[in-house]
């Protein structure tokens, strides 16, 4: 019973120096087997308890503790205040019960079929039952822990969807048919063998989530993947075979080269080598996690033909791996399985591997020839990140999902060809590809991930499929050689940053579904020399065209009824502007900056002209301000050319410095009631600069020199 209390301490919970200096001494496997085995059946306890022990308060105790933790910090203290509130000798008695009636029920055969999923997609990990030789259920309970006779022969796996829904293997399947038949190879007879099961195969999948959030707070250093494999560390058949001492563990009649937990041969190889087609008299099948992981010297490796199952990350980190011919048995590959082997430079992926997941070949910065099986439906995310030397890929049909970042920073890809029915293009699944030029993409696609083709500054030309009805943010950012763009009817948004730093792009198209063009869409495309837009365009965000310096003509959609902040700043190029009937508001610094617009004229719907809006636009002489009511600061600062402004009666309010830095503004006449007024509208204007307003107007306040805001004043005879 005191193994219980002992994990909830901060110094035994994996932390154990004696353990961590002597891994393979039998107290040390014995104490990290009680750490795991209870503190897990804890966890799993605990998520069941407050339904079958209503009223003992188990449900308010993983809360308190995390509450707790939130408040002071301190995992030491936070389970002292867990602790004080459980009364420990019921708490004992209640979760022996539990698990003694979940070994009962094991015995009978239905458990496995009644039991709900324990682990959740989301979860990363494998969890290795293996030959042992303890009763994980005496552990537990502070029995006798040795058993005479048990062999652990099942192993779990666990999926993750990728964002497409494909599935990504993240170690070895193992299925298993029928009621209890693999229960009977995997244990033999005694009641406590059944109850090692039950902690084995049901506690030890249900703690992942707990044990790292715990490992995240500070309470320990190592990974939940390193806990894992240790908690099941020290076990696996030996095999001595050409100098070599081979690790592996019997699954039925066959054999899985490794352990999970690192390199399965000792010494590690080097060169070229042959994995032996049998270990034990038993054909080898599959190789483990991590089996070849980090053998820096080998160059080259040969496998039998019995292998279908190659395990995650098991070649992890061989940096001068250059050969791996994968066998046509193979038909399946673990998450990261070629993960940064940088010497790669050919991959034959084997016929009937349906799934490349997550970091498959990630970082292998030499491979140079990938062929793809016709039964791949799935590529992972950034399954192919990071490999430079690739020139070509030609996705094969049968792919139906590509994951985000899948060939990012695959710098000297020139071409790529999806022949599959693919319906998303993940985001920055060719992000950074800067050799890409022509990328053909299939008629099926619906949507353009976020910064899909970001960076890709060789690209000239890419045709929108008709399908497609959405464009992500940055998709297209920063494709500098870009020309040409033919927008579909069925897109109906484009986000933000979606073409930005397009400098070569010198035609847009928009189809006639398209009702808003989000902020920086267009930024800084610079070789842009006129827009079309069609009349369902309702919104323009932010600076969506700002720096476009080629726009010379502009005519904005009739429904558009907001222009946004700096939405055509610095569009220096553009000499005539056409707003739109519906318009409502002008935004800040719309049009700053726009040095050749000579003549603005605002329809009447206009109430509001915002800060900068038209500052800087050295070459405006005349502007129609329409009906507006407000005008923001500085609105038109520093437009050199403008000569006379007639204010209209509408107009109530009028920022600071307005007509700020307007060197040869002579006049501006108001035709209503004076606004308010902010502080040097006239700033740093002529000083023969005059108002005028029209007699019975009201609120002008001129003092004794005849003077109203530091410029000359008058009343005028008639309406200007």
């Not at 170690?171 to 048919?177: H, I």
């Not at 690192?262 to 010494?267: E, F, I, L, Q, T």
């Not at 009937?352 to 990938?370: E, I, M």
């Not at 009447?604 to 070459?619: D, L, N, R």
């Amino acid at each position: 019973m005191h193994v219980i209390a002992e994990v909830f301490t901060v110094q035994d919970f994996y932390l154990d120096k004696e353990m961590e200096r002597n891994p393979k001494d039998p107290i040390a496997a014995l104490k990290r087997a009680k750490n795991y085995a209870a503190a897990w059946g804890i966890i799993y306890f605990l998520r069941e308890a407050p339904a079958l022990y209503p009223g003992k308060g188990y449900e308010t105790i993983i809360p308190l503790y995390w509450e707790t933790l939130q408040k002071i910090g301190d995992p030491a203290q936070a389970t002292k205040v867990v602790l004080d509130k459980i009364n420990m000798s019921s708490f004992l008695e209640d979760l022996k019960a539990y698990f003694l009636a979940q070994a009962a029920a094991r015995a009978t055969g239905n458990e496995r079929r009644r039991k709900r999923r324990l682990v959740t997609d989301d979860e990363h990990g494998e969890y290795l039952p293996r030959e042992r030789r303890f009763d994980f259920a005496a552990l537990m309970f502070g029995e006798d822990a040795y058993v005479d006779d048990i062999s652990f022969a099942g192993r779990a796996t666990v999926t993750k969807k990728d964002h497409a829904g494909g599935t990504v293997q993240n170690g070895l399947a193992q299925e298993r048919d029928g009621d209890d038949a693999d229960d009977e190879t995997a244990l033999r007879d005694g009641d406590g063998l059944n109850r090692a099961v039950v902690v084995v195969t049901v506690v030890l999948t249900l703690g992942l989530a707990f044990a790292w959030g715990w490992r995240r707070l500070g309470c320990g250093r190592l990974s939940v993947l390193v806990l894992l494999f240790s908690a099941s560390g020290a076990i696996g058949e030996l095999a001595e075979t050409n100098g070599y001492v081979f690790t592996y563990r019997v699954i039925g009649d066959a054999a899985v080269l490794g352990a999970g937990d690192g390199c399965a041969v000792d010494p590690k190889p080097e060169g070229k080598f042959t994995v032996p087609q049998t270990l034990g008299g038993l054909p080898v099948v599959a190789l483990d996690a991590y089996a070849f992981a980090e053998c820096e010297e080998l160059t080259m490796l040969e496998l039998p033909k019995t292998v279908t199952t190659i395990g995650a990350y098991t070649f992890h980190s061989c940096q001068k791996l250059k050969t791996v011919p994968l066998p046509e048995s193979v038909a399946e590959i673990g998450v990261g399985v070629f993960f940064l082997c940088s010497s790669l430079e050919a991959v034959t992926i084997p016929p009937l591997v349906k799934v490349l997941p997550d970091w498959a070949f990630g970082r292998c910065f030499r491979l140079k020839t990938l062929t793809m099986g016709k039964a791949v439906r799935s590529i992972g995310n950034d399954a192919f990140l990071g490999c430079a030397a690739l020139t070509g890929v030609t996705v094969p049909e049968s792919v139906v999902s590509i994951g985000d970042r899948a060939f990012k920073w695959c710098s000297g890809l020139k071409a790529v060809n999806l022949e599959g029915p693919v319906t998303v293009i993940g985001d920055e699944i060719f992000a950074g590809c800067v050799a890409l030029s022509d990328v053909a993409l299939p008629d099926t696609l619906t949507l353009i991930g976020e910064g899909a083709f970001r960076w890709c500054s060789s690209l000239r030309h890419s045709t929108i499929p008709e399908r497609v009805t959405g464009i992500e943010s940055g998709a297209f950012y920063g494709c500098r050689s870009l020309s040409a763009l033919e927008i579909p009817d069925a897109v109906t948004e484009i986000r933000h940053d979606a073409f930005s730093g397009c400098l070569g792009l010198e035609r847009a198209e928009f189809g006639d579904g398209l009702t808003a063009i989000g902020d920086h869409a267009f930024y800084e495309c610079h070789a842009l020399s006129s827009l079309i837009f069609p009349s369902s365009l309702t919104v323009i965000q932010e600076a969506a065209f700002s720096r476009c310096a080629g726009l010379f003509f502009l005519t904005l959609p009739p429904r558009l009824e907001t222009l946004e902040k700096r939405v055509f700043r610095e569009c220096t190029g553009l000499v005539s502007v056409t707003l739109p009937p519906a318009l409502k508001t002008i935004g800040e610094a719309a049009f700053e900056k726009c040095a050749n617009v000579s003549s603005i004229t605002l329809p009447s719907s206009v109430t509001a002209v915002g800060a900068s809006a038209f500052a800087g636009c050295v070459s405006l002489r005349t502007v129609d301000l329409g009906a507006v009511s407000r005008i923001g600061r500085g609105a038109f600062s520093g437009c050199e050319s403008l000569g006379t402004v007639a204010l209209p009666a509408s107009l109530t309010s009028l920022g600071s410095k307005a007509f700020e830095k307007c060197s040869r503004l002579s006049t501006v006449h108001y035709a209503g009631d004076a606004p308010t007024v902010g502080a040097d509208i006239y700033a740093l204007t002529p000083d023969e600069l005059t108002s005028y307003a029209l007699p019975g107007t009201r609120g002008w306040k001129a003092d004794t020199s005849g003077e109203w805001r530091d410029r000359r004043f008058h009343y005028q005879a008639s309406e200007k």
